[in-house]
């Protein structure tokens, strides 16, 4: 199974911060990699989809990078309805394994 | 546009089959351009792909639940299924059906269902 491994755990941050979470692939993934956005008691919400592709409806403030093993997700000012749980996803080889999550809280 | 719906027992007794429906409301399950997955989050921990099914009935399966795990498809009643068997307390989570593209993008999710293994 490839491990995806998210960096911080957790982190603490400001309204208008820019803030980015990096996850990190135990082999190359090319670009085959998502980002979910899950809010207490919520399903996850498909925010980028093979490392930049930004989802329809989607606010711009997020963006997605990288390819291999490594990809970052952005968010360049925080606002207050993405204080939330992040997951990274690679979809390039079954099981389809999710990151452990981010936890963004509010600073 | 697309709603999934998962229905089912809430609890279930260990060593017995934990069985899930999800209904698809505003699209088809017949449709060819879609897989109907799901995905448990045990409390407080992260998310686990369990499997998902195709139109035609081709399945893949998370190899740790592969030999516990059936998902079916039901095209008359627009419905997929969820069938795990032998279930411990490790299997207590909420399990969300969805529907992804290009086989593991998941861009619709249902609320998810609470299920608790207990005696």
């Known amino acids: 199974d490839i491990q995806m491994t998210q960096s911080p755990s957790s982190l603490s941050a400001s309204v208008g911060d820019r803030v980015t979470i990096t996850c990190r692939a135990s082999q190359s993934i090319s670009s085959y990699l998502n980002w979910y956005q899950q809010k207490p008691g919520k399903a996850p919400k498909l925010l980028i989809s093979?490392?930049?592709s930004l989802q329809s409806g989607v606010p711009s403030r997020f963006s997605g990078s990288g390819s291999g093993a490594d990809s970052t997700l952005t968010i360049s000012s925080l606002q207050p309805e993405d204080f939330a749980t992040y997951y990274c996803q690679q979809s390039y080889s079954t099981p389809y394994t999710f990151g452990q999550g981010t936890k963004l809280e509010i600073k | 546009q697309v709603q999934l719906q998962e229905s089912g027992p809430g609890l279930v007794k260990p060593s017995e089959t934990l069985s899930l429906t999800c209904t698809v409301s505003g699209g088809s399950v017949s449709s060819g351009t879609y897989y109907w997955s799901w995905i448990r989050q045990p409390p407080g921990k992260g998310l686990e792909w369990i499997g998902y099914i195709y139109y035609s009935g081709s399945t893949n399966y998370n190899p740790s639940l592969k030999s516990r795990v059936t998902i079916s498809v039901d095209t008359s009643k627009n419905q997929f299924s969820l069938k795990l068997s032998s279930v411990t307390a490790a299997d207590t989570a909420v399990y969300y059906c969805?529907?992804?593209?290009?086989?593991?993008?998941?861009?619709?999710w249902g609320k998810g269902t609470t299920v608790t293994v207990s005696s």
């Open positions: 093979d490392a930049s």
């Open positions: 969805a529907r992804s593209y290009i086989v593991a993008t998941i861009n619709v």
